[in-house]
């Protein structure tokens, strides 16, 4: 199709800030099974060993802490696979955009970064290779993935378009001094939630919860009260059931009762820095919380626990990028042993033992500490919709800070978000 490349520079603020909730928090990046040390073995017809190129790997700056475990990682894949040399080449600039440009002259990378949220368009624009063929001629475990990270990269027809690198969830952050000194005990619900808000406003706290007024946070409330924002099959909107506006008027409930502020009000750029700075006791945020403390507020104490059980269960929403192969890829044997050494069980390990990043495989463990955020994955949706998903996430933003601000309320945050939603469907 390629008919929607506009798309990727319009959904360039959406993409990659899922998980900072806009802020300047890093985002997660990270990502092997074996036939030589670490990749998948073969099947029949396929020899990875036999496979040989050059290929240029690429994705946004793999950062201070992320390059070394990145470069150690090729340095181990090409001495298994030495037939085939890797480069990694950082996109600079705004990474979707730069990205259409390539796609554009059909001249993508060979292996190549995909957010969740950037999937679903690159998919529907024909953008991306899909690897069923791979996995089953190399004999890819693909069903140790958690279903969560894995179906944020599965096109409309079922077929796989991306391998998870690694993923991460929402967990609930607490500052463990404050909720002790005000004898809370963590919240496992969302009543009890709403209770330990009040208790600790009562002891002193300002605002007891530090709370993004965006979807990436809120919707994970709503899928704990049992709605949703489309149907199964992405076919219709379900952000209008009656379970779903009560998720959205519980969310609401929480800044009108004074439970909580945004971190604008609280004169933070984000949540994790209100935790830090100890101007909330309780935020909702992923793993990339842990190496923001360490460095910058190592003095406080704090944990982590599961998001609050709702109405409808145990809910969390489910952020990952994938290792992808362009359609026009040139080397895509290749770039498929590589693709599969990395999203083995053996790369996923070397990518996850230091705690940068959260593994997307089952049996991979990860570092100690993130077993909360690493569970999560059992039950987690994907951050991963359909095409044109930056108008959906806008409508629900826009409708929702008016709500706070004192215009309409859950019911027409709802309405708005399924106005986006319908138009994108036709």
Do not use: H
């Not at 201070?64 to 950082?90: G, H, M, S, T």
């Not at 991306?162 to 969830?169: E, W």
């Not at 008027?249 to 604008?264: D, V």
């Not at 601000?405 to 978000?417: I, K, R, S």
């Amino acid at each position: 199709m390629r008919r929607s490349l506009f798309a990727l520079t319009a959904a360039a603020a959406l993409a990659l800030s899922a998980c900072t909730g806009g802020g300047s928090t890093p985002s997660p990046a990270g990502g092997g099974t074996s036939a030589a040390p670490g990749a998948s073995a073969g099947g029949a017809g396929f020899d990875p060993a036999a496979v040989e190129g050059d290929l240029v790997l690429s994705g946004w700056s793999a950062g201070a802490v992320e390059a070394p475990i990145l470069e150690k990682l090729l340095e181990d894949f090409q001495a298994a696979y030495p037939k085939i040399k890797v480069r990694f080449e950082p996109v600079a600039g705004e990474y979707p955009a730069a990205m259409a440009a390539k796609f554009s002259a059909q001249e993508p990378p060979d292996l190549f970064y995909v957010d969740s949220s950037l999937a679903p368009t690159w998919i529907d624009d024909d953008l991306l290779e899909p690897l069923d063929d791979y996995i089953a001629k190399s004999g890819f475990d693909a069903s140790q993935f958690y279903e969560g990270y894995l179906n944020a990269f599965k096109g409309p027809d079922g077929k796989i378009y991306g391998l998870p690198k690694d993923g991460n969830t929402l967990a609930m952050a607490y500052n463990s001094t404050m909720l002790e000194e005000a004898g809370v005990e963590p919240p496992t619900t969302q009543e009890e939630l709403v209770a330990a808000a009040d208790k600790l406003k009562a002891s002193g706290v300002e605002s007891p919860l530090c709370l993004s007024s965006t979807m990436d946070r809120a919707l994970a409330f709503v899928y704990q009260n049992g709605g949703g924002l489309f149907n199964e099959d992405k076919t219709a909107a379900a952000i209008d059931s009656p379970e779903s506006v009560a998720g959205i008027e519980w969310y609401l409930n929480l800044f009108k009762n004074g439970q909580g502020q945004r971190p604008s009000d609280l004169g933070v750029d984000w949540c994790g820095q209100a935790l830090g700075e100890e101007k909330s006791a309780i935020i909702f945020e992923g793993g990339w919380v842990d190496p923001y403390m360490k460095d910058t507020f190592p003095e406080v104490k704090y944990a982590w626990a599961e998001m609050p059980e709702g109405a409808g269960g145990k809910a969390t929403l489910a952020f990952t990028v994938s290792y992808s192969i362009g359609a026009d890829s040139k080397n895509k044997d290749a770039s498929w042993v590589l693709l599969s050494y990395l999203t083995g069980k053996d790369g996923m390990t070397t990518w996850t033992e230091g705690g940068v990043a959260n593994p997307s495989r089952k049996d991979v463990t990860g570092a100690a500490g993130k077993e909360i955020l690493i569970q999560g994955a059992e039950y987690a949706r994907p951050w991963s919709f359909i095409p044109g998903f930056s108008e959906i996430n806008d409508a629900f933003n826009n409708a929702f800070t008016a709500a706070l601000e004192g215009t309409g309320g859950a019911q027409e945050v709802a309405d708005a978000t399924k106005a986006a939603i319908d138009s994108n469907l036709q």
